[in-house]
């Protein structure tokens, strides 16, 4: 959690300094690389996290993997943030950066799990009505479970709507837990 904190508070000033510098689009764009390369690569995350490796090389290490890649501020954050001894959280930062971003942008990720890939015109109703609804653009992540049978889940935000038949079926397993038979009558 105060990692978190942290993270937000880091992300946020490079997101005021990305503003003011006019070059919002660019180091969202840096961010979501950084993060990329986190997730991708964990002997990057390992070595970044490592307490026996100097501040010096990790610094090496970053500008040798980011340099001509990202904006010369986004390089010169992340060395700021090496410097303070914070870049355990480098993707926790980044990944705020984006979210910061997204909420600026009003651009609204949601996630729909179903068991078979949804067709273009359900796809569009959904982005449609949440659009519609949150004043937002949508962006819209389809996963494949197919555990739940059929139907839908979809997750956005704090919200979670659950159309799915699996659901269905366990709602219909409590009813008939449920002993309607009271002894003594």
């Not at 919002?24 to 002997?43: F, I, P, T």
């Not at 010169?76 to 410097?83: D, E, L, P, R, V």
């Amino acid at each position: 959690m105060k990692e978190t904190r942290v993270a937000i508070r880091y992300a946020k000033a490079l997101f005021d300094l990305a503003i003011e510098m006019k070059i919002l689009d660019k180091v969202k764009d840096d961010a979501q690389l950084v993060s990329d390369v986190c997730l991708q690569n964990r002997e990057f995350v390992l070595m970044l996290k490592s307490p026996i490796i100097k501040e010096k090389s990790k610094l090496v290490v970053i500008r040798e993997i980011f340099k001509g890649k990202i904006q010369e501020v986004t390089l010169k954050f992340m060395s700021i943030i090496t410097n303070n001894g914070r870049e355990d959280i480098i993707q926790e930062i980044m990944d705020q950066f984006v979210i910061i971003y997204k909420r600026h942008m009003r651009i609204m990720p949601i996630t729909v799990k179903s068991a078979v890939k949804l067709d273009k015109d359900v796809r569009d109703r959904i982005v449609n009505i949440i659009a519609a609804r949150r004043n937002v653009s949508v962006e819209l992540t389809e996963k494949i479970d197919e555990s739940l049978i059929g139907g839908f889940l979809l997750e956005a935000e704090s919200l979670q709507y659950d159309a799915s038949i699996s659901r269905q079926i366990k709602n219909l397993e409590k009813e008939f837990d449920v002993n309607l038979y009271i002894k003594g009558f």
